[in-house]
């Protein structure tokens, strides 16, 4: 749903639906293709986060906005 870039252009977050239709949310080191986290929020209805954004001048920490 959203993919968002942090400012060293090498880290990614993400939020998706899974086949389940629960929300999930990837932390993604793009440099060496791998998932540095995942969460899976089982309990949230589909679709409730609407935005991802990093924070400045951080590549670990991020925050979600939605309904």
């Given at each position: 749903?959203?993919?968002?870039?942090?400012?060293?252009?090498?880290?990614?977050?993400?939020?998706?639906?899974?086949?389940?239709?629960?929300?999930?949310?990837?932390?993604?080191?793009?440099?060496?293709?791998?998932?540095?986290?995942?969460?899976?929020?089982?309990?949230?209805?589909?679709?409730?986060?609407k935005?991802?954004?990093?924070?400045?001048?951080?590549?670990?920490?991020?925050?979600s906005?939605?309904?």
């Amino acid at each position: 749903m959203n993919i968002k870039f942090a400012y060293d252009n090498r880290h990614i977050i993400c939020n998706t639906i899974t086949n389940e239709y629960t929300m999930m949310i990837f932390l993604i080191d793009s440099d060496s293709p791998c998932i540095l986290g995942a969460t899976n929020l089982s309990f949230s209805l589909p679709f409730k986060i609407k935005d991802i954004e990093f924070n400045p001048n951080s590549i670990f920490r991020f925050v979600s906005c939605g309904v």
